[in-house]
């Protein structure tokens, strides 16, 4: 599966932001896909995932901000990103996996990722 994203840059505080994330290739074993985000020096964290059936889980720190949303016909899944504080700027990384639901627990069930797309929040 590869992944293409879009939809990073560079916005100010209480600014939205959208991402998106095309799968190709093997996409009809793609049972969940959403997005994490990395800054140097730490961990990947989890920002937003969405299985193929409507499951979703967010990370505590955008719960509430972002919604990611999922079109199974297009294989694309989007992050639209609202009150965006500069503790959200991060490189976002779009992610595709084949595993079951409750399997979907850290980033390493994840098994396809896209290049990654800067989002900068200024303050």
């Known amino acids: 599966v590869q992944l293409q994203a879009s939809g990073g840059g560079l916005v100010q505080a209480g600014g939205s932001l959208r991402l998106a994330c095309a799968a190709s290739?093997?996409?009809?074993?793609?049972?969940?896909m959403g997005w994490y985000r990395q800054v140097p020096g730490k961990e990947r964290e989890l920002v937003a995932i969405a299985s193929y059936n409507g499951h979703t889980n967010y990370g505590d720190s955008v719960r509430g901000r972002f919604t990611i949303s999922r079109d199974n016909a297009k294989n694309t899944v989007y992050l639209q990103m609202n009150s965006l504080q500069p503790e959200d700027t991060a490189v976002y990384y779009c992610a595709a996996t084949n595993a079951v639901w409750s399997a979907v627990v850290s980033a390493s069930a994840f098994g396809s990722w896209g290049q990654g797309t800067q989002v900068t929040v200024s303050s």
């Open positions: 290739g093997a996409t009809s074993s793609v049972s969940a």
